[in-house]
């Protein structure tokens, strides 16, 4: 069972609904289910997806390029109809999405949910440290560096935490694969130091409330439903 199973037993709390990612655990869908809970798993691909729903995920987020954090390279476009094609549960879209305008767009890809991450770093009410809100809000796609470096899985960084780390973002090694590595052996530990950001931070613009920001992503989800002269939130055939 992962070292992060005793460290930090959501479970314990019943988080509903919980998103488990590097590598889908039977065990933690199961102890979930029997409280209730809902798990949703991150998936870079379809082969992996297919792996999640089998050890028991209930629904699947699909991390596609541009997403911050731990990501894959797939297109959003191809992730999620490989997915939709044989998968009929709940399905969120992640990579990139920061405005209302991005919602209406993952739904009629075929995602129920769009997964916004980076965009709430930068509120008022997040535990992250004033340095990465602002890092953020000062950054655009050309300041996000795409490495395994830092934990041995691929993941979006900002290039300005690389940089105070002492590290050239642009001639970072590649890592070993097999040996997964949370920066605890480093003095530069990722996400305290190396700070995971998407690349659709050039929207976030500065710090806010997170109510205000949601009140945007509404606004400009209305606006967009508009400008498509689409009435009611589509509701997804079977």
């Known amino acids: 069972m992962p070292r992060f199973w005793n460290r930090f037993r959501w479970t314990d709390i019943r988080v509903k609904p919980a998103d488990t990612v590097a590598g889908a655990q039977p065990e933690i869908n199961q102890a979930a289910h029997q409280y209730g809970g809902v798990v949703f798993h991150d998936v870079i691909n379809n082969t992996f997806a297919g792996k999640a729903i089998d050890k028991g995920a209930d629904g699947l987020i699909a991390v596609a390029a541009g997403a911050g954090g731990h990501a894959g390279t797939k297109s959003p476009f191809a992730l999620v109809q490989e997915i939709r094609s044989w998968f009929d549960g709940p399905l969120a879209l992640s990579?990139?999405?920061?405005?209302?305008?991005?919602i209406p767009a993952a739904q009629a890809?075929?995602?129920?949910?769009?997964?916004?991450?980076?965009?709430?770093?930068a509120t008022d009410e997040a535990r992250a440290s004033p340095d990465y809100k602002q890092a953020i809000v000062g950054s655009d796609s050309d300041g996000v560096v795409y490495t395994d470096f830092f934990s041995g899985i691929h993941g979006n960084y900002l290039k300005s935490s690389v940089v105070a780390a002492g590290f050239d973002p642009e001639a970072l090694p590649a890592s070993d694969p097999t040996k997964m590595n949370f920066g605890e052996d480093r003095s530069a530990?990722?996400?305290?130091?190396?700070?995971?950001?998407?690349?659709?931070?050039?929207?976030?613009?500065?710090?806010r409330p997170a109510a205000d920001y949601v009140a945007r992503l509404r606004q400009q989800y209305s606006e967009a439903r508009r400008r498509l002269s689409l009435g009611q939130t589509p509701a997804r055939n079977g």
């Open 95 to 102: 990579g990139s999405i920061a405005t209302g305008d991005a």
């Open 189 to 207: 530990r990722v996400w305290k130091d190396i700070w995971g950001a998407g690349q659709g931070i050039g929207a976030i613009g500065h710090v």
């Open 109 to 121: 890809e075929g995602a129920d949910l769009a997964y916004i991450g980076s965009a709430f770093i």
